[in-house]
T-cell receptor, first 114, second 111 residues
Framework: AAGVIQSPRHLIKEKRETATLKCYPI?????VYWYQQGPGQDPQFLIS???????DKGSIPDRFSAQQFSDYHSELNMSSLELGDSALYFC?????????????FGPGTRLLVL | TQLLEQSPQFLSIQEGENLTVYCNSS?????LQWYRQEPGEGPVLLVT?????EVKKLKRLTFQFGDARKDSSLHITAAQPGDTGLYLC???????????FGSGTKLNVKP
């Protein structure tokens, strides 16, 4: 079965640079979620989109922005990168945006900011 | 403050032993999911429980959702080294319309 695809899998950036992470949800899934997971921590919710509209916002810094496109893929844009942004970034998708909907996670993008 | 508390945080057992991981909250959840995560990989869904009192079995894994939908447990029978990983519970809180992860239980099964 098709799963959530994330690219790139690994990314190394310098401080103050920008980065773009991409997420391709499971086919027919209309909701995308972004999470940040620091070392030894549980995933922290950043932002979500339903039918190409932002549906919920978590602890996403103002330096980050995201959008969902007409084909339902999503991109997380990160600017003015800081050392503390180094983390695993996960994208998840679900069919529908209700809290009872199960989220399926991608393999993650490991971002290292030097 | 962690809305979903998992216990124990760490568990190291021998192959063949049984174990139970708990996920507790003072809040009522719409549903709870259990995930297993390998280092550097995304969480992989194990099960979703929706109805209070629900019990689901997945081979040697038994999941239970509390009657009041505030807690859940994961029981593993005859643990194997392949069960090693980070187990996360997660769920949606209708009052806050947000999805939260538990603090995680790191399981190590020694051969």
């Amino acid at each position: 079965a098709a799963g959530v695809i994330q690219s790139p899998r690994h990314l190394i950036k310098e401080k103050r640079e920008t980065a773009t992470l991409k997420c391709y949800p499971i086919p027919r899934h209309d909701t995308v979620y972004w999470y940040q997971q620091g070392p030894g921590q549980d995933p922290q919710f950043l932002i979500s989109f339903y039918e190409k509209m932002q549906s919920d916002k978590g602890s996403i810094p103002d330096r980050f922005s995201a959008q969902q496109f007409s084909d339902y893929h999503s991109e997380l844009n990160m600017s003015s990168l800081e050392l503390g942004d180094s983390a695993l970034y996960f994208c998840a998708s679900s069919l529908g945006q209700g809290l009872q909907e199960t989220q399926y996670f991608g393999p993650g993008t490991r971002l290292l900011v030097l | 403050t962690q809305l979903l508390e998992q216990s124990p945080q760490f568990l190291s057992i021998q192959e063949g032993e049984n174990l139970t991981v708990y996920c507790n909250s003072s809040s009522v959840f719409s549903s709870l999911q259990w995930y297993r995560q390998e280092p550097g990989e995304g969480p992989v869904l194990l099960v979703t429980v929706v109805t209070g009192g629900e019990v689901k079995k997945l081979k040697r894994l038994t999941f239970q959702f509390g009657d009041a939908r505030k807690d859940s447990s994961l029981h593993i029978t005859a643990a194997q080294p392949g069960d090693t990983g980070l187990y996360l519970c997660a769920g949606g809180l209708p009052d806050f319309n947000k999805f939260y992860f538990g603090s995680g239980t790191k399981l190590n099964v020694k051969p």
